[in-house]
Nanobody, 117 residues
Framework: QVQLVESGGGLVQAGGSLRLSCAASGSIYSFHVMAWYRQAPGMQRELVCD???????YCADYVTGRFTLTTDNAKNTMYLQMNSLKPEDTAVYYC???????????WGRGTQVTVSA
């Protein structure tokens, strides 16, 4: 099974920026879909952004224009650049991969992002 490890979370003031990384143990070029999800306390996990095998990126409305998903196939790493952060972006951010077109079968342990007002 593919291992995914997130990093880059932390505490930032509102309006600030962070870049999250998701390092994969396998070749992300072969993955069907990779995604960033987040889960705030007491809330359900929600999709932030994803990218499919054709390189098409989708981001949820609440982050469009502020967050950018990119990948580096040579490093087997996916990134999430987060700008203009808001307190409501506070959550644990998870990296996920659909490695075989069967749904998300690999998940990272998450990285905490806290945005102070």
């Amino acid at each position: 099974q593919v291992q995914l490890v997130e990093s880059g979370g932390g505490l930032v003031q509102a309006g600030g920026s962070l870049r999250l990384s998701c390092a994969a143990s396998g070749s992300i070029y072969s993955f069907h879909v990779m995604a960033w999800y987040r889960q705030a306390p007491g809330m359900q996990r929600e999709l932030v952004c994803d990218i499919n095998s054709a390189g098409v990126v989708y981001c949820a409305d609440y982050v469009t224009g502020r967050f950018t998903l990119t990948t580096d196939n040579a490093k087997n790493t996916m990134y999430l650049q987060m700008n203009s952060l808001k307190p409501e972006d506070t959550a644990v951010y998870y990296c996920a991969a659909d490695t075989a077109n069967v749904g998300f079968d690999s998940w990272g342990r998450g990285t905490q992002v806290t945005v102070s007002a």
